[in-house]
């Protein structure tokens, strides 16, 4: 590799694409997670750990496409099943066996799981997610946490940012974070503070009526990755329990801290699951699963469905043959090696700014961490919001790390996939301390 960020300098092949897109696509891409001011770079290929953009620059990948890719890109075991399956088809309007396997896998593994149904994206996962518990209580309302992202479906991302300011009552304050949003949709949504034991218990109290279900992320990217705490969530089981509302654990992205997923780890069973990213072996993919009383509501054995679920792609044999390749290959022994790499990664930066005398802190669990340039206490999560000049601190070290061969989430949080070992971890905290020089001049 050449170093530096060659995408930046005019006349790159980033800035030739950028200009071209632009005009076809707003804001020149497709997402708006992978936007980064002026621009970012435009992807090219990628082989295992590394991503190569379109200017020709090979970064160690820690994003994976925000930790979908658990075995990196382009892994061989996972394209030779995706091409065994093409030669098949692609999609059919019956079910196949391929899904019923994934299934099977999940339902093994994750404790609060007996059955499954597929969907095309995390989103929708959580959204039916919110239906099935909707249908299942006959209730409209739902309560989710201040500051944590689900995806885009409308009673989801609601306050995905923090008000901030709380109301007159102390609470957090339901807010849009799409303009436009029906008024009614913020009435259909109580806030909760993340992590406040009684302030949560009071709210879901005074609303124990109306809500079918309590949303609950137990370790929020959108929080920094501090998880919920067990005192906290297993109070929030007893009293949704006590009050008939289901409990949704949204593990799309936590999924990948363990082998059961993270409601092994914290020792709390959900009513419902959101999964989606490393269980389709990286195309696209979601699910949503619990216990079978709950996901009855979908079943359309006896009569028309309480929730509805179609979906021309849901299922679809390419994502299951290649999501139950992915799923195989992550043995106990596999997450147990990712864990301890991890942990040396968040150790070794927590290393680099000791003795660098820069304030920060590492959260993260399992392949999972994020580098904060603060050391306020993460249990209240409003200090993971950053000022402007924190912001711009980070921006230097993102800036940093992606000239020296790391590919990074610009707010410096990122997961490590099956083909790294101890170098690339070696090579992130070694990149990270030069950063840190760099961005401080
Ligand atoms: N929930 C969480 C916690 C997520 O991080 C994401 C995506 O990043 C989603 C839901 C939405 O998943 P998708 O992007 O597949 O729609």
């Given at each position: 590799?050449?170093?530096?960020?060659?995408?930046?300098?005019?006349?790159?092949?980033?800035?030739?694409?950028?200009?071209?897109?632009?005009?076809?696509?707003?804001?020149?891409?497709?997402?708006?997670?992978?936007?980064?001011?002026?621009?970012?770079?435009?992807?090219?290929?990628?082989?295992?750990?590394?991503?190569?953009?379109?200017?020709?620059?090979?970064?160690?990948?820690?994003v994976?496409?925000?930790?979908?890719?658990?075995?990196?890109?382009a892994?061989?075991?996972?394209?030779?099943?995706?091409?065994?399956?093409l030669?098949?088809?692609?999609?059919?309007?019956?079910?196949?066996?391929?899904?019923?396997?994934?299934?099977?896998?999940?339902?093994?593994?994750?404790?609060?799981?007996?059955?499954?149904?597929?969907?095309?994206?995390?989103?929708?996962?959580?959204?039916?997610?919110?239906?099935?518990?909707?249908?299942?209580?006959?209730?409209p309302?739902?309560?989710?946490?201040?500051?944590?992202?689900?995806?885009?479906?409308?009673?989801?991302?609601?306050?995905?940012?923090?008000?901030?300011?709380p109301g007159e009552?102390?609470?957090?304050?339901?807010?849009?974070?799409?303009?436009?949003?029906?008024?009614?949709?913020?009435?259909?949504?109580?806030?909760?503070p993340?992590?406040?034991?009684?302030?949560?218990?009071?709210?879901?109290?005074?609303?124990?009526?109306?809500?079918a279900?309590?949303?609950?992320?137990?370790?929020?990217?959108?929080?920094?990755?501090?998880?919920?705490?067990?005192?906290?969530?297993?109070?929030?089981?007893?009293?949704?329990?006590?009050?008939?509302?289901?409990?949704?654990?949204?593990?799309?992205?936590?999924?990948?801290?363990?082998?059961?997923?993270?409601?092994s780890?914290?020792?709390?069973t959900?009513?419902?699951?959101?999964?989606?990213?490393?269980?389709?072996?990286?195309?696209?993919v979601?699910?949503?699963?619990?216990?079978?009383?709950?996901?009855?509501v979908?079943?359309?054995?006896?009569?028309?469905?309480?929730?509805?679920?179609?979906?021309?792609?849901?299922?679809?044999?390419?994502?299951?043959?290649?999501?139950?390749?992915?799923?195989?290959?992550?043995?106990?022994?596999?997450?147990?090696?990712l864990?301890?790499?991890?942990?040396?990664?968040?150790?070794?930066?927590?290393?680099?700014?000791?003795?660098?005398?820069?304030?920060?802190?590492?959260?993260?669990?399992?392949?999972?961490?994020?580098?904060?340039?603060?050391?306020?206490?993460?249990?209240?999560?409003?200090?993971?919001?950053?000022?402007?000049?924190?912001?711009?601190?980070?921006?230097?070290?993102?800036?940093?790390?992606?000239?020296?061969?790391?590919?990074?989430?610009?707010?410096?949080?990122?997961?490590?996939?099956?083909?790294?070992?101890?170098?690339?971890?070696?090579?992130?905290?070694?990149?990270?301390?030069?950063?840190?020089?760099?961005?401080?001049?």
């Amino acid at each position: 590799r050449r170093g530096g960020n060659v995408y930046r300098e005019p006349g790159s092949a980033a800035a030739d694409l950028f200009e071209r897109a632009r005009r076809v696509l707003p804001g020149g891409n497709t997402r708006t997670t992978v936007y980064s001011a002026p621009y970012p770079p435009y992807a090219a290929r990628g082989r295992g750990a590394v991503i190569v953009d379109a200017d020709g620059e090979e970064r160690l990948d820690f994003v994976n496409n925000y930790t979908a890719l658990i075995h990196g890109h382009a892994d061989p075991d996972i394209n030779e099943a995706v091409i065994r399956q093409l030669a098949d088809g692609v999609a059919f309007a019956m079910p196949t066996e391929h899904e019923i396997a994934l299934a099977e896998l999940l339902t093994e593994r994750v404790p609060s799981l007996q059955q499954v149904r597929f969907t095309n994206s995390g989103t929708e996962a959580v959204m039916m997610a919110i239906k099935a518990a909707r249908a299942y209580t006959g209730r409209p309302r739902i309560a989710k946490f201040d500051g944590c992202y689900h995806g885009s479906y409308d009673f989801a991302e609601v306050s995905t940012q923090s008000s901030g300011k709380p109301g007159e009552d102390g609470f957090p304050v339901a807010t849009p974070y799409t303009g436009g949003t029906p008024q009614a949709v913020l009435d259909s949504v109580v806030v909760l503070p993340f992590n406040d034991i009684d302030g949560t218990e009071r709210l879901i109290e005074q609303h124990r009526d109306e809500l079918a279900a309590v949303l609950i992320d137990p370790n929020p990217r959108s929080l920094g990755l501090y998880p919920a705490e067990p005192a906290f969530l297993q109070r929030l089981r007893e009293i949704t329990r006590a009050y008939g509302i289901v409990l949704i654990f949204d593990e799309v992205i936590s999924l990948r801290s363990d082998y059961g997923g993270m409601q092994s780890v914290l020792g709390v069973t959900p009513d419902l699951t959101a999964m989606g990213k490393i269980i389709g072996g990286g195309f696209p993919v979601g699910a949503v699963g619990g216990s079978a009383e709950v996901m009855s509501v979908f079943d359309p054995t006896g009569g028309p469905p309480r929730a509805p679920h179609g979906g021309t792609f849901n299922a679809n044999p390419v994502t299951m043959v290649a999501g139950l390749t992915a799923m195989r290959k992550l043995t106990p022994a596999e997450f147990d090696r990712l864990a301890t790499l991890g942990q040396q990664l968040r150790a070794g930066v927590e290393e680099v700014l000791r003795e660098a005398g820069v304030p920060g802190q590492v959260t993260g669990y399992g392949s999972l961490f994020h580098i904060h340039l603060h050391q306020r206490p993460l249990a209240d999560y409003r200090n993971s919001v950053l000022s402007a000049q924190e912001r711009a601190f980070v921006g230097r070290v993102h800036e940093a790390l992606m000239g020296r061969g790391i590919f990074i989430t610009p707010a410096l949080f990122g997961c490590l996939s099956t083909p790294m070992g101890v170098p690339e971890v070696e090579a992130f905290v070694d990149a990270f301390a030069a950063a840190l020089q760099d961005a401080r001049g």
